[in-house]
């Protein structure tokens, strides 16, 4: 099956520094790219859709100058915490979809093991 | 997209089937309705998705009712493997909106 893959899988920063964290499409290009959040305990939450070539489109509340998103290529996008401050902390995921999946209605998207950011 | 119900948690016994429900009664003409799970503190996984029929495959069933207000993923026998959070998304773009899901735990 397709493969996502997330790099780093953990990292520990101090707060102030920017991290980044690269999402990569291993066997299968992507157009479309996700980038999401989870809290302990909690539901993923989207951030951002990631779109190779253009500006990633983010949702309501989530601050586009913090989080930036860079798909530069069809099998990698990037999300860079920039200033990263204890509240940052959390499970970051990222998803994509095959670009030759062009039916509409067929939404499978491979989903990327997590980087685990804890900010000091 | 449509908002989706689901119990917080559920137990199944290991070899038994597990069957969790999904309410989705605002659902539209052409919303999918998905079903992904999390194992812990890994990426969700796919895991079927349907529009109107009944849909299987290698890892689950997917039971969709006429009115397309509630549906039941079934796997059919679930093993310890299973224990993770279901999630069902009804959507019609290529968002997927996760709600709080229901946590599945399977037993020996």
């Known amino acids: 099956g397709a493969v996502v893959s997330q790099h780093p899988s953990w990292v520990i920063c101090k707060s102030g520094t920017s991290v980044k964290i690269e999402c990569r499409s291993l066997?299968?290009?992507?157009?479309?790219m996700f980038w999401y959040r989870q809290f302990p305990k909690q539901s993923l939450m989207l951030m951002a859709t990631?779109?190779?070539?253009?500006?990633?489109?983010?949702e309501q509340g989530v601050e586009k100058d913090k989080f930036l998103i860079n798909h530069a290529s069809l099998t990698l996008s990037t999300l860079t915490v920039t200033s990263a401050h204890p509240e940052d902390s959390s499970f970051y995921i990222c998803?994509?979809?095959?670009?030759?999946?062009?039916?509409?209605?067929?939404?499978?998207?491979?989903f990327g093991p997590g980087t685990r950011l804890t900010v000091l | 997209d449509a908002k989706t119900t689901q119990p917080t948690s559920m137990d199944c016994a290991e070899g038994r089937a597990a069957n969790l429900p999904c309410n989705h009664s605002t659902i539209s003409g052409n919303e999918y309705v998905y079903w992904y799970r999390q194992i812990h503190s890994q990426g969700p996984q796919y895991i079927i998705h349907g529009l109107k029929n009944n849909e299987t495959n290698e890892m689950a069933s997917l039971i969709i009712t006429e009115d397309r207000k509630s549906s039941t993923l079934i796997l059919p026998h679930a093993t310890l493997r299973d224990t993770a959070v279901y999630y069902c998304i009804v959507t019609l773009t290529d968002k997927l909106i996760f709600g709080t899901g229901t946590r599945l735990q399977v037993f020996p």
């Open positions: 066997d299968f290009q992507a157009t479309t």
């Open positions: 990631s779109n190779e070539g253009s500006k990633a489109t983010y």
């Open positions: 998803s994509a979809r095959d670009r030759f999946d062009l039916a509409d209605s067929y939404n499978e998207q491979f």
